[in-house]
């Protein structure tokens, strides 16, 4: 089992990391998902963090939308040296931590079900997720491996500060 150490690589929201190098790359996810590729031929790995499913044309074309992270992250890691048809997916986050006043954007849901619908779209397997629920997570994706550790987040309250 590879060694886990805390990542240096923090991937923020509207971002991504593609890597040839094995790494660690942690991000934090409430709503917003990460949609993780692996070349397991190659060895080449790639995560975006995305905060809304789409980008309606206004404006920058910007990986804060879902619609474009996905395909930049494809480019990127073909560009990269990956062919299409050896690489998987694994996706993560979605979480409604919002509260129930925000539950009616369902933003967490719908970054869930375009992530699954693109991806499946593409022609990519998807291996791996662990999405929705009404918590953050915490990951940890090895660029060289695949491998994701994850860990849920308990939201504290101010009644719970005494």
């Not at 709503?31 to 206004?58: E, Q, T």
């Not at 073909?78 to 690489?87: A, M, P, Q, R, V």
């Not at 375009?114 to 397997?125: E, H, K, P, T």
Request: proline share 2%; hydrophobic share 35%.
């Amino acid at each position: 089992m590879n060694e886990y150490r805390q990542s240096d690589n923090f991937l923020h929201p509207s971002s991504m990391r593609v890597s040839k190098d094995p790494q660690w790359v942690t991000t934090v996810l409430g709503s917003c998902v990460a949609v993780c590729f692996i070349d397991r031929k190659r060895k080449i790995g790639g995560i975006n963090h995305y905060m809304l499913p789409y980008w309606n044309g206004d404006g920058l074309e910007s990986p804060k939308f879902g619609n474009v992270a996905i395909l930049q992250l494809l480019k990127k890691m073909l560009d990269f040296g990956s062919n299409k048809e050896d690489i998987v997916c694994k996706i993560f986050g979605g979480g409604e931590v919002l509260g129930e006043q925000n539950s009616v954007f369902n933003v967490g849901k719908r970054n869930i079900e375009l992530a699954f619908r693109m991806v499946s779209d593409l022609g990519i397997s998807i291996t791996g997720s662990s999405t929705g629920g009404k918590m953050g997570r915490k990951i940890h994706f090895n660029t060289g491996t695949g491998e994701v550790l994850q860990k849920y987040l308990v939201k504290s309250t101010n009644k719970d500060k005494k």
